[in-house]
């Protein structure tokens, strides 16, 4: 993960709490941060980091992002009300996995669920599919408290008006009364039901995602799982871990106390001795190893590297598929020692 100062080319403001943030690149880091819809950018102010989705899409040659205030986060604070043009942040290069294949010569029907923030980069996916494929139907289930606080209404009024043919805009408030009852109330398994009873048929639909709060996507991810579409064509993205890396992967007594450990990054090889308390990202950190991180609970894919020798206790995570397992890559926040050497490669990836 390589970071840039970048200077803030336009804050925005969506809705009371949440702005667009749009980055001025310049020429020369351009190809360093092209995107693919439904990624990320992390941002480092005061030692701290956090990630942000993009919500442009890859075409309009526009690095922007959505960020909405979090009670008791003094970064999404500073950034909704503090911020200003001409600013400038150190910004990392998109990074995530979250998103769909592109297929333009397809015809094919897409389903997204979102709540609040959670738009954010379903957005992006929104509008490049909308840019780049002729014949889709792509439907979106959007929730919110109530339309005052809708992030990017204005935008996805927008993408209505101009592929009224292929973009079905479906607003949801659990605090604004609608005409229609079916608009009221929260996304869970009562009113998915009743969306596929009179608003989509689940056996057109080839790809869904989901994204906002994480009791939403359990419940909405297993629901369209049960009603027939696989796994492999179901994406969520979290924003915040649930668990913290021993809460995901309690200490295993197996575990040798100390670990010799080599690691490829950036064309470097480094050493050093990593102790079972700590998981890898940690104990690479400690030992002035710039290892590259960013939510360190196992639901962003900054920390992704190959496991080339020796084996690790891996926790639970959002991210790694089968064929990633089988390929031995890892996520080095969560993972705990399980041999006494390992070597592992973040640049194999």
Same mark, same amino acid.
């Given at each position: 993960?390589?970071?840039?100062?970048?200077?803030?080319?336009?804050?925005?403001?969506l809705?009371?709490?949440?702005?667009?943030?749009?980055?001025?690149?310049?020429?020369?880091?351009?190809?360093?941060f092209?995107?693919?819809?439904?990624?990320?950018?992390t941002?480092?102010?005061?030692?701290?980091?956090?990630?942000?989705?993009?919500?442009?899409?890859?075409?309009?040659?526009?690095?922007?992002?959505?960020?909405?205030?979090v009670?008791?986060?003094?970064?999404?604070?500073?950034l909704?009300?503090?911020?200003?043009?001409?600013?400038?942040?150190?910004?990392?290069?998109?990074?995530?996995?979250?998103?769909?294949?592109?297929?333009?010569?397809?015809?094919?029907?897409?389903?997204?669920?979102?709540?609040?923030?959670? $738009?954010?980069? !379903?957005?992006?996916? +929104?509008?490049?599919?909308?840019?780049?494929?002729?014949?889709?139907? &792509?439907? /979106? %289930?959007?929730?919110?408290?109530?339309?005052?606080?809708?992030?990017?209404?204005?935008?996805?009024?927008?993408?209505q008006?101009?592929?009224?043919?292929?973009?079905?805009?479906?607003l949801?408030y659990?605090?604004?009364?609608?005409?229609?009852?079916?608009?009221?109330?929260?996304?869970?398994?009562?009113?998915?039901?009743?969306?596929?009873?009179?608003?989509?048929?689940?056996n057109?639909?080839?790809?869904?995602?989901?994204?906002?709060?994480?009791?939403? $996507?359990?419940? !909405?991810?297993?629901? +369209?799982?049960?009603a027939?579409?696989?796994?492999?064509?179901?994406? &969520?993205? /979290? %924003?915040?871990?649930?668990?913290?890396?021993?809460?995901?992967?309690?200490?295993e007594?197996?575990?040798?106390?100390?670990?010799?450990?080599?690691?490829?990054?950036?064309?470097?090889?480094?050493?050093?001795?990593?102790?079972?308390?700590?998981?890898?990202?940690?104990?690479?950190?400690?030992?002035?190893?710039?290892?590259?991180?960013?939510?360190?609970?196992?639901?962003?894919?900054?920390?992704?590297?190959?496991?080339?020798?020796?084996?690790?206790?891996?926790?639970?995570?959002?991210?790694?598929?089968?064929?990633?397992?089988?390929?031995?890559?890892?996520?080095?926040?969560i993972?705990?020692?399980?041999?006494?050497?390992?070597?592992?490669?973040?640049d194999?990836?």
């Amino acid at each position: 993960m390589e970071f840039h100062s970048l200077k803030v080319a336009l804050v925005k403001n969506l809705t009371k709490d949440s702005v667009q943030i749009t980055f001025d690149i310049p020429e020369e880091l351009k190809p360093e941060f092209q995107f693919s819809s439904g990624q990320y950018i992390t941002l480092e102010i005061n030692g701290e980091r956090r990630d942000y989705s993009l919500c442009s899409s890859p075409l309009d040659s526009e690095w922007s992002i959505g960020v909405r205030a979090v009670k008791g986060g003094n970064i999404s604070k500073y950034l909704t009300q503090e911020l200003k043009t001409g600013d400038v942040l150190s910004v990392s290069t998109p990074n995530g996995r979250f998103g769909i294949p592109s297929k333009p010569n397809e015809k094919r029907t897409l389903l997204a669920f979102a709540a609040g923030s959670g $738009i954010t980069p !379903i957005l992006s996916i +929104i509008r490049y599919t909308l840019e780049t494929e002729e014949w889709v139907n &792509f439907y /979106l %289930f959007f929730s919110n408290k109530t339309p005052e606080k809708v992030m990017f209404m204005e935008e996805l009024k927008a993408l209505q008006k101009l592929y009224p043919n292929n973009f079905h805009l479906h607003l949801f408030y659990t605090q604004f009364q609608m005409e229609d009852w079916l608009f009221e109330g929260r996304l869970d398994e009562h009113k998915f039901e009743l969306i596929l009873n009179q608003l989509v048929d689940i056996n057109e639909v080839d790809e869904a995602m989901v994204c906002g709060p994480s009791e939403m $996507i359990k419940v !909405i991810s297993n629901e +369209i799982f049960n009603a027939g579409i696989p796994k492999k064509h179901i994406h &969520f993205e /979290l %924003f915040t871990p649930e668990f913290t890396p021993l809460d995901i992967l309690p200490e295993e007594m197996d575990a040798p106390d100390d670990v010799n450990v080599t690691v490829e990054l950036e064309g470097e090889t480094h050493e050093l001795v990593w102790n079972r308390e700590k998981n890898l990202i940690d104990a690479m950190l400690d030992a002035d190893i710039d290892a590259p991180y960013s939510c360190k609970g196992g639901i962003c894919s900054s920390c992704m590297c190959k496991l080339e020798e020796g084996e690790v206790h891996l926790g639970d995570n959002y991210v790694l598929t089968d064929s990633d397992r089988e390929e031995g890559i890892i996520l080095a926040c969560i993972s705990r020692p399980k041999t006494p050497t390992i070597k592992i490669n973040f640049d194999a990836i």
